[in-house]
């Protein structure tokens, strides 16, 4: 079992920055790759990136390549989505989750925490 706790969220004026944070617990010698997601009220989860957890390597949408930037901690056992130029649209609950080297989906997920961008 993987635990997740996001932190960090909060308002922020449109064009600002924001950091959040993904501190991982418990069999994080099974995570091999970490995701950042978000859910604006009415939509559906979307997929924003990832960053396996071993090398570094990330991978991002479109929506959100050259705005934002996953990174990753290993001795904090924590990774970071860094959100630059932050429009309304942003707005959302934003959420990690953990897959494991034996799983195709993310199995482990946080509780979310809530940006709101204000125009």
């Known amino acids: 079992q993987v635990q997740l706790v996001e932190s960090g969220g909060g308002l922020v004026q449109a064009g600002g920055p924001l950091r959040l944070a993904c501190v991982a617990s418990?069999?994080?010698?099974?995570?091999?790759?970490v995701g950042w997601f978000r859910q604006s009220p009415g939509k559906e989860r979307d997929f924003l990136g990832h960053?396996?957890?071993?090398?570094?390597?990330?991978y991002y949408t479109d929506s959100v390549k050259g705005r934002f930037t996953i990174s990753r901690d290993n001795a904090k056992n924590t990774v970071y989505l860094q959100m630059n130029s932050l429009k309304p649209e942003d707005t959302a609950v934003y959420y990690c989750?953990?897959?494991?080297?034996?799983?195709?989906?993310?199995?482990?997920w946080g509780q979310g925490t809530q940006v709101t961008v204000s125009s």
């Open positions: 418990g069999r994080t010698d099974t995570t091999y790759v």
């Open positions: 960053i396996t957890w071993s090398s570094g390597s990330t």
């Open positions: 989750a953990a897959r494991t080297r034996a799983s195709v989906t993310y199995d482990y």
